[in-house]
C-alpha cells in the first residue's frame, strides 16, 4: 500500500532503546470535538473504538515488533435525502467525521508512522460501518485547512456506497486530512457526506476538523 493521505512523518519521541524480542505497545490518547462545535454543526458522538496495528521494524541488523494501538472517535449527522431526489426516505445518518489519533514511536532509530502505509482508500474504509459496500476511492483536490489547530493538506476524494441496502448507491465526497502532530501523537481528520449535499455539509465537516482537541 502507498501513502495517499496520511503519508509524512511530523516529528517523533526520543529514540527508544532495543528491549529484545518481547514487542514494544504505543498507546494514543483519543481527539474529541466539543459538544458546542459538534452541536452547532448538527453532529453527535457514534462511536468510539481502538484499533490495533502490529509492525516489525527493521534497522542495523535489528529487528522489533511494535503494537500500536490508534484511537477513533466518529461523529454522525442525520441527512435528509427528499431534496437530493434520491430514492430514500427521511433522515438517514449520512454525513460522518472521523478523529484517528496514532502516537508518533521511534524505534531503533528508525521513525515509525502507523498510518503513513495506507492508502486513503484505507482510511476512508474506517468509515464503512456508516458506508455500506464502499466502493474506489478517487482523489478529484486538495486544499489547506485547520485540523486540530493546525493548518494541514485535506485531500478531496470520491467513491459511491450503499446507505440502506443492495442496489441503492449514493455518490459521496470525502475530506481525509495529512497527519498533524498534536502532542506526542499524530492526528488525522476524516470526513464524508453524500456528494448532492456538499453545498449544506462542506463547511460543517471542515468546522468539526478545525474544532478537534487531543485528549492528551
Do not use: W
Not at 440502506?164 to 488525522?188: F, K
Amino acid at each position: 500500500m502507498t501513502a495517499a493521505a496520511a503519508a509524512g512523518t511530523v516529528g517523533c519521541l526520543d529514540a527508544v532503546p532495543f528491549l529484545g524480542s518481547d514487542p514494544m505497545a504505543f498507546s494514543a490518547a483519543p481527539s474529541t470535538v466539543p459538544a458546542g462545535v459538534r452541536d452547532a454543526a448538527g453532529y453527535e458522538e457514534t462511536n468510539r473504538s481502538e484499533l490495533e496495528i502490529e509492525r516489525t521494524v527493521e534497522a542495523a541488523g535489528q529487528t522489533q515488533q511494535v503494537v500500536v494501538t490508534n484511537q477513533l472517535v466518529e461523529y454522525g449527522k442525520g441527512v435528509d435525502f427528499g431534496p437530493l431526489d434520491l430514492p430514500i426516505a427521511g433522515r438517514v445518518q449520512a454525513a460522518i467525521v472521523t478523529a484517528l489519533t496514532t502516537p508518533q514511536v521511534d524505534v531503533l532509530g528508525r521513525t515509525f508512522n502507523p498510518v503513513a502505509d495506507m492508502s486513503a482508500a484505507d482510511l476512508a474504509a474506517m468509515v464503512q460501518s456508516r458506508y455500506e459496500g464502499l466502493g474506489d476511492v478517487e482523489q478529484v483536490g486538495e486544499e489547506t485547512a485547520t485540523v486540530a489547530g493546525s493548518p494541514a493538506a485535506v485531500g478531496e476524494f470520491e467513491t459511491r456506497a450503499q446507505l440502506v441496502g443492495p442496489g441503492v448507491g449514493v455518490d459521496l465526497t470525502l475530506h481525509i486530512s495529512e497527519a498533524v502532530a498534536v502532542g506526542s501523537d499524530l492526528v488525522v481528520a476524516i470526513g464524508g457526506y453524500p456528494s448532492l449535499a456538499r453545498r449544506r455539509e462542506r463547511d460543517d465537516v471542515f468546522s468539526m476538523f478545525e474544532g478537534i482537541e487531543h485528549q492528551g
